[in-house]
């Protein structure tokens, strides 16, 4: 069995990597960049038809709002980036965010942080695949009629592709994610020629449709509302920008520069895309609503049921390159691609932060160790799971996903901005040198504004999405924060438990006796095998157990004991329910309780077979016993085993398997090497 799973183990993620090779596994800045920045770069695919989704309530009227929203979307980004870009320098050791808060704000803070980021990434998964099936399914029909199953597949694949490491998802996620950047700055570049120059007229395919609008002639504080709403799912487009503070350990030296300047590419690339969609969606008359088939109408008509509403990004493809041209359907399968590989950005952010966690002890320890490829494998399967189980719920629908979206990231932009600043504080009440106080106060106020800034929005999003789902963001936010601190309670009572006192204590004392008792069931090469290791010992005194079920089988096991003089008195007791496991754990607590201070020695024998199906016919009477027992203070559980032949072929498979080396686990010299040393090159 352990050679089949083996075999497409390593075919699927490849062969095993040793500890000492985790530095080629770092990053350089042009695969940095799609790894850790897919997210906020695809992000471009949905947030403006976010913006423009909400403002389509009241009308077609308040569309002409989206341009100073999504210049306010800018000035957030820029001021986030900025903001992060000090950090990566502050704390380049991979806590990120999580570090910032714990530092400088405590404990609780940091883990309100790390509580926030968990559930950022889950959401991360969920909505880029969600989007991405979407994006697809306009063009494959086939992909939306099975969102949920089409989502699941998608979520496995990326799985794979990174258990198999972050370099080599890296390379495989480059491609797809430069070819999205450029045909989304060729599409921009040849509308706006088209549009400035050529003077074309460029119309989407919702160009001729009207909205219904659901509150017109909005004004006053309902219309600050809506639009303090629009410009709350726009900030959809910042998610993911804290992965790369998360990430700086995965960066080639200079570590903090490289994360620095990929965040700054970044930053320009993501605000360039969101607002040149913007743009050609105003010029190309782009009409979006919340509910398709009754607010857009067409020719009077409400559009009805069977429309599939395509995301903007797909209708200003159509508008500037025409429907079915070359460059039309690259950049939809860049698009639907790149939507796909967004999620990456939490595929190295959740595992790597999971693992910090693990360390601090606020998550299992399974979490910090490294896989296979030298990838937190743990924390990546986890990842899947929870994002799967989120895309059945909400039925792959990234509309109802992204209202969960966003609050979580806004909360750990404000508490790690505000942590930087108490940072920036304590380093300048030491620092005398002019120069690098100069440096602290420019970083101090960078941060501060950040602070301020992504507060406020906070502040927005909490009351403006709240009712559409974000309060499920915030009671996984509480989930995860109960969970945590449960964890690191269970962990702290642990260790305070097993301690090792300075001074003597009764663990450190021999017990005054050792009493072993062997079981019995019948006179078998196990149950002698049991009996001379228990003499071996030199226990106090030896006697040997067994339970009365079968009266024949009693008297015949009393009968053989003493035809064969065996020297160690065999003790019976009794079981009018037949039942094993609960008359021999009452009488080792009456040993236990006759001599407290004796040590019970309970000496098993077992028998090892070596095929699974061998298991299933045997009963499991020692395997209960030992799970009882471990219950038991003062007793010690000794299994002694007999290998039956079919174990014995087994260790010899056993053997085989490690002589043997599986497709991809072996790395093979250059060609030259191999053909030097081949047979004919040393005739």
Not at 120 to 130: K, M, P, Q
Not at 634 to 648: C, D, H, R
Request: glycine content about 8%; overall charge positive.
């Amino acid at each position: 069995m352990s050679k089949l799973t083996d075999v497409p183990k390593r075919i699927l993620i490849g062969r095993a990597l040793r500890s000492d090779r985790l530095g080629e596994t770092l990053l350089p800045k042009r695969i940095a960049l799609p790894v850790f920045a897919s997210d906020p770069l695809s992000s471009v695919a949905y947030a403006p038809g976010e913006v423009l989704l909400v403002l389509s309530i009241a009308g077609v009227s308040a569309y002409h709002y989206s341009p100073w929203i999504a210049l306010a979307v800018v000035v957030l980004m820029f001021t986030v980036v900025a903001s992060y870009r000090q950090n990566v320098h502050a704390y380049p050791s991979g806590g990120g965010d999580y570090e910032v808060a714990t530092t400088n704000l405590g404990p609780k803070a940091g883990l309100t942080v790390a509580s926030a980021l968990l559930v950022d990434y889950v959401l991360t998964v969920a909505v880029s695949i969600a989007s991405g099936i979407e994006n697809l399914g306009s063009a494959v029909p086939f992909v939306v009629e099975h969102k949920v199953i089409c989502a699941v597949v998608v979520v496995v694949l990326l799985t794979l592709m990174n258990l198999r490491g972050v370099k080599e998802s890296g390379s495989l996620f480059a491609i797809p994610t430069y070819v999205f950047v450029a045909g989304v700055f060729i599409m921009i570049a040849w509308g706006a020629f088209r549009g400035l120059v050529l003077g074309d007229t460029m119309r989407a395919p919702t160009a001729d449709y009207h909205i219904k609008a659901e509150h017109q002639g909005l004004a006053g504080f309902a219309l600050v509302f809506l639009l303090l709403r629009a410009f709350s799912s726009g900030c959809a487009a910042l998610t993911g920008v804290e992965a790369i503070s998360n990430g700086v350990p995965a960066f080639r030296k200079p570590k903090s520069k490289n994360a620095a300047s990929t965040l700054a590419a970044m930053g320009l690339l993501a605000v360039t895309m969101f607002c040149g969609i913007i743009a050609l969606a105003m010029t190309t008359k782009v009409r979006m609503a919340e509910n398709p088939a009754t607010d857009l109408i067409h020719n009077g008509v409400a559009i009805g049921s069977g429309y599939v509403q395509n995301p903007v990004i797909s209708q200003v493809a159509e508008a500037v390159f025409g429907k079915g041209s070359f460059l039309f359907v690259v950049l939809a399968a860049a698009t639907a691609l790149v939507l796909f590989l967004a999620a990456n950005t939490a595929y190295n952010g959740f595992p790597l932060l999971g693992s910090i966690l693990a360390q601090d002890r606020y998550l299992p320890r399974q979490l910090h160790t490294r896989g296979d490829r030298l990838a937190f494998s743990n924390g990546i399967v986890l990842l899947a799971g929870t994002a799967t189980l989120l895309i059945a719920i909400y039925g792959a629908d990234s509309t109802r996903l992204i209202q969960l979206y966003i609050v979580g990231v806004f909360v750990s932009f404000t508490l790690s901005q505000t942590g930087m600043v108490r940072h920036w504080n304590r380093h300048l009440a030491t620092e005398k040198d002019q120069a690098k106080r100069r440096h602290m106060v420019r970083s101090r106020a960078i941060n501060a504004f950040g602070a301020f800034f992504t507060g406020l929005v906070l502040v927005v999003v909490l009351v403006t999405k709240f009712t559409h789902g974000a309060w499920v963001a915030l009671l996984g936010m509480c989930i995860f924060y109960a969970t945590m601190t449960a964890i690191r309670k269970h962990y702290d009572r642990v260790a305070e438990e097993i301690a090792a006192p300075e001074g003597p204590s009764d663990d450190s004392l021999r017990p005054s006796r050792v009493h072993s008792v062997v079981l019995i069931s019948k006179i078998h090469r196990p149950a002698l095998r049991a009996l001379a290791y228990a003499k071996l010992m030199r226990s106090d005194t030896l006697e040997a157990l067994s339970v009365n079920v079968d009266p024949a089988e009693t008297k015949a096991l009393r009968e053989e004991w003493e035809r064969r003089g065996i020297d160690v008195p065999l003790k019976v007791l009794d079981s009018p329910y037949r039942e094993i496991t609960r008359p021999i754990i009452e009488y080792v607590k009456g040993l236990r309780k006759e001599s407290p201070r004796d040590a019970v020695s309970v000496i098993i024998p077992e028998y090892v077979v070596g095929h699974w199906y061998e298991h299933l016919l045997h009963n499991q009477s020692a395997l209960r016993l030992k799970g009882r027992l471990l219950f038991t203070p003062g007793v010690m559980v000794t299994s002694v085993p007999y290998q039956l032949e079919s174990s014995e072929a087994a260790k010899i498979r056993a053997r085989k398997r490690q002589e043997w080396s599986a497709p991809g686990a072996v790395r093979r010299g250059p060609a030259e090497e191999r053909h030097s040393e081949s047979p004919k090159s040393k005739l």
